[in-house]
């Protein structure tokens, strides 16, 4: 079996970059194919007998529209969430991350597996040592947006009004500068801050060396507590712990965290909201057992997440899916 990988794609399909090695393949796998010409190129693979699988790690069902800025990107995102639809439809098989996920477009879908995120081993970096004189904390991607810092704010502008702590942000701005589309309230907030270092978003390639050279002590991951956020996975956690980054992360009442469960003693999880502050002070005064801890998710998600020991388990899913018959 020869796979071929897909990530995203927003191009027309005869510039659509590995063409000939998809029409070499006997399987092709679309990560997130949110676009309408990954559609129209899985559906003319799939018409000379290829076999088509759809990847995703997220959902767009939950996402706050409003947020978005205007009614033309609400209805860019409705239109991006209906072609995922058409595809999973269409698609032999699905693979997804997490057993929300699973049910969710198992609706569209009777062939789904999951398959957990997993980690490089050659994304691990020596992280750069925070010689600042002040602690770093750090707010990564998704968190920076998304509503996902709202429910603690107060505590944030607290945190930075004490002076010995920095809080660093990657995220909300291209690297050109300019703000994300429909994230112009969250730019404002980390704006006000006035203890705040910024640092614009990266190509995923550079994503793991730019985070280790941020000297950073402690990573938070906070969360809104809805369905958008039980639906994603424990990526961020994974890629904190490979560079040995202490995590605080978000817990629910419900339990449907993607921290809480088996990663939940390799990381610090709040569930009552009104105690980040507490806890990242708390990280900042007994560091060192946070470090231990940081050392232990290491080896903990080398262990249990290297893509080097579960990349097999991939195979056998992906081969599986292949050869499901639907029932007459």
């Not at 071929?4 to 191009?11: A, H, I, K, L, V």
């Not at 956020?229 to 961020?236: A, E, F, I, R």
């Not at 708390?282 to 020991?309: C, F, M, T």
Request: charged share 25%; glycine share 6%; hydrophobic share 35%.
């Amino acid at each position: 079996m020869v796979v071929g990988d897909f990530m995203r794609q927003d191009m027309d399909v005869s510039a659509f970059p590995y063409t000939q090695k998809a029409l070499e393949a006997d399987v092709i796998c679309f990560q997130r194919p949110s676009s309408e010409p990954s559609l129209k190129l899985a559906k003319l693979l799939k018409e000379k007998g290829k076999k088509i699988i759809f990847d995703n790690d997220d959902t767009y069902e939950g996402i706050p529209l409003a947020r978005l800025g205007s009614e033309k990107r609400v209805a860019i995102a409705q239109q991006l969430s209906r072609n995922l639809n058409e595809f999973v439809k269409i698609a032999d098989g699905v693979t997804v991350t997490t057993e929300i996920l699973a049910k969710e477009y198992g609706k569209l879908n009777p062939n789904v597996a999951v398959l957990k995120n997993c980690i490089d081993p050659l994304d691990e970096y020596p992280c750069k040592p925070n010689t600042t004189g002040k602690w770093r904390v750090g707010i990564i991607g998704s968190v920076t947006s998304n509503d996902d810092y709202y429910h603690i704010k107060d505590q944030l502008k607290a945190l930075d009004a004490r002076g010995d702590i920095t809080i660093v942000i990657l995220g909300v701005k291209h690297r050109d500068g300019g703000i994300i589309p429909g994230m112009q309230e969250d730019y404002d907030f980390w704006n006000s801050l006035k203890n705040i270092e910024w640092h614009t978003t990266v190509h995923v390639t550079e994503y793991m060396y730019t985070v280790s050279q941020l000297a950073l002590d402690v990573a938070i991951i906070p969360r809104k507590d809805h369905y958008f956020n039980y639906c994603k996975s424990n990526l961020k956690f994974l890629d904190m712990s490979l560079l040995k980054i202490p995590v605080i992360a978000q817990g629910f009442p419900c339990g449907l965290s993607p921290y809480q469960g088996a990663d939940e003693p390799y990381l610090k999880l709040v569930v009552d909201n009104d105690l980040w502050y507490n806890e990242i002070l708390k990280a900042k005064e007994k560091y060192s057992s946070y470090l231990l801890k940081a050392q232990q998710a290491h080896d903990y998600v080398l262990e249990n997440y290297s893509i080097i020991n579960y990349a097999p388990i991939w195979t056998q899913t992906i081969e599986r899916l292949c050869k499901y018959q639907p029932s007459s």
